[in-house]
Structures are given as C-alpha cells and as structure tokens.
C-alpha cells in the first residue's frame, strides 16, 4: 500500500473514533431507554405519556410531563414518575426501581473513563490485541440490553408479600408493548440508545479501516 493511500486511511479510522468517542460522552448524558404505564386513573389528556421513567447509564429519571391547565402547554417535572411507578409496583409486591442496578451505576463512571482511555489508545497502539481497544465501545449498547433485561427479570421474579394484589412471576416487557393487570407497559430505546448505537457502528468501520491500513 502506497504511503499517500495508508495515511488517508489512517486519518478515516481516526476521525471516526473521535466521533465515536464524542457519541458516547453525548449518550452518557442522555436517556437510553424509557419505560412508561399507562392505566385509566391516568388519563391522557392529563398524563399523555402516562407513568413514564427514563433509564440512564448513570441513574433512572423523570420523564412525566402534565398538562397544564394551558391545553397547549406541558409542565415538566410536575410529577415525579420514578416515585409514582415505585407506588404503582408496590401494589403488586415489586421491589423500588432504585433497588436494581446499584452496582452498575455506581461504576458507570469509572467504565466510561475506561473507554475512553482505550479510545485514545486506539488512535496509536498498533500492537497485538489492538482490536480490543475498538470493541470496548462496540459491546456497550449490547451489554445495557443484556443488563437492562436481567434486571427486569429479577424484579418480575422478586415479588414481595406485601403486594396489595396477586400476581404469578413475570417478565416485564424489554421491547414493546405489554400488559401488567390494568395496567398497560411500553419499553422502548430512547435517543441515548441510537447514540451508542451510531458509536459502536464508527467503531466498528473504525476497525476495517485500522485493519486495512495494518497489512
């Protein structure tokens, strides 16, 4: 390969991690995934999203807005929804969402850094076990889904006696659309989510090209 060809593939893969890595500060700040219910004692002109959470890397957050007297207008924050859902599960012996993942979020910090070291390393390594560098940020959208569905499982599994209400163990809906006794579930990705999705697809051509450039 001619010098003038391996030099514009090199700055191709370097570009692309540096947007890469750009995509994943931005989706360490951004909701990743949203949870909502919706029942009748929720009604939609008041709570048009219903109960609605949003899961980040680094917590999980309010995601209601309630109409406000203004029909045209929406008050964030007016109901604390992380609260409310906790409410809402407890009638049927859940566990508080705060329960899960304590773990994972407190390392969040600390994985995220981690990538991005190995990022930065990418740009120059060109050792053995160079691909590795890339693949740190490539599994990160996979390993929240893995995660998130765990979680969800043992929190379907782990009723309490409390409940006000009987229900068998369940697993609540990851993707889609389910229903939990009057109540309607949604489980669906949020934009955080199509960023790591957009990082780990730069990485990935990232890793073609260092390849390429490589032989």
Same mark, same amino acid.
């Given at each position: 390969?001619?010098?003038?060809?391996?030099?514009?593939?090199?700055?191709? %893969?370097?570009?692309? #991690?540096?947007?890469?890595?750009?995509?994943?500060?931005?989706? *360490?700040?951004?909701?990743?995934?949203?949870?909502? +219910? @919706?029942? $009748? /004692?929720?009604?939609?002109? #008041? %709570?048009?999203?219903?109960?609605?959470?949003?899961?980040?890397?680094?917590?999980?957050?309010?995601? &209601?807005?309630?109409?406000?007297?203004?029909?045209?207008?929406?008050?964030?924050?007016?109901?604390? &929804?992380?609260?409310?859902?906790?409410?809402? /599960?407890?009638?049927?012996?859940?566990?508080?969402?705060? @329960?899960?993942? =304590?773990?994972?979020?407190?390392?969040?910090?600390?994985? %995220? !850094?981690?990538?991005?070291?190995? +990022?930065?390393?990418?740009?120059?390594? #060109?050792? $053995?076990?160079?691909?590795?560098?890339?693949?740190?940020?490539?599994?990160? $959208?996979?390993?929240?889904?893995?995660?998130? !569905?765990?979680?969800?499982?043992?929190?379907?599994?782990?009723?309490?006696?409390?409940?006000?209400? #009987?229900? @068998?163990?369940?697993?609540? =809906?990851?993707?889609?659309?389910? @229903?939990?006794?009057?109540?309607?579930?949604?489980?669906? $990705?949020?934009?955080? *989510?199509?960023?790591?999705?957009?990082?780990?697809? &730069?990485?990935?051509?990232?890793?073609?090209?260092?390849?390429?450039?490589?032989?």
């Amino acid at each position: 390969m001619q010098t003038h060809d391996k030099n514009k593939l090199i700055l191709a %893969f370097r570009a692309l #991690t540096l947007i890469a890595g750009l995509l994943i500060v931005g989706a *360490y700040y951004s909701p990743i995934w949203w949870v909502s +219910l @919706k029942a $009748p /004692n929720y009604p939609e002109q #008041t %709570f048009p999203d219903g109960v609605r959470i949003h899961f980040h890397v680094n917590g999980v957050f309010n995601g &209601c807005q309630m109409r406000s007297e203004d029909a045209d207008v929406y008050e964030e924050e007016a109901l604390d &929804c992380v609260h409310e859902m906790n409410v809402i /599960n407890h009638f049927i012996g859940m566990e508080p969402i705060e @329960k899960g993942a =304590t773990l994972e979020i407190a390392a969040a910090p600390y994985l %995220f !850094s981690l990538v991005g070291v190995m +990022l930065v390393a990418f740009l120059f390594y #060109t050792g $053995p076990f160079w691909w590795v560098l890339p693949l740190s940020g490539v599994v990160i $959208p996979v390993a929240f889904v893995v995660d998130y !569905s765990a979680w969800l499982w043992w929190f379907g599994h782990s009723l309490r006696p409390w409940g006000a209400f #009987t229900v @068998k163990p369940f697993m609540p =809906t990851v993707f889609g659309q389910g @229903k939990v006794a009057q109540f309607y579930t949604y489980s669906y $990705p949020h934009y955080g *989510y199509g960023l790591l999705l957009a990082a780990a697809a &730069c990485l990935v051509l990232a890793a073609l090209l260092r390849r390429k450039s490589l032989r």
